[in-house]
């Protein structure tokens, strides 16, 4: 949505002033539409949206241990790399505990460091 400035000559009145803004408000869904229709149109970036998810931690009321490498294959893609908290839901407590978990699994030959392609 675009962004509406108010700038204010010295020698407008404030009624025209609120005319014109009434004007720009109105105009600018309309500006902010036609840019987005252009960008998907070009193939520009996409941004994701994404929902806010509840941390699986704090639900099931359990803790990020290393030796569980099933639970922890959960939080990890096909290539072996760690999850961000935006895709897993995870709260940055046990976001910090899980990486540390799945790098020790990783150490102790529990889980891969990558894809092994």
Not at 13 to 42: C, I, M, N, Y
Not at 65 to 83: C, E, H, P, S
């Amino acid at each position: 949505m675009a962004v509406v400035r108010k700038v204010t000559p010295k020698n407008i009145t404030p009624k025209a002033q609120e005319a014109e803004d009434v004007e720009k408000v109105e105009e600018a869904p309309v500006e902010a539409a036609e840019v987005a229709e252009e960008k998907g149109a070009e193939g520009g970036k996409r941004t994701a949206t994404v929902t806010k998810k509840a941390c699986f931690f704090h639900k099931s009321e359990s803790e990020p241990v290393y030796w569980d490498a099933t639970a922890l294959r959960k939080f990890m893609n096909d290539r072996g790399r760690i999850q961000p908290r935006q895709r897993t839901g995870n709260c940055a407590k046990h976001q910090r505990r899980l990486s540390q978990a799945i790098k020790r699994a990783r150490f102790l030959a529990l889980l891969p460091y990558s894809a092994g392609i």
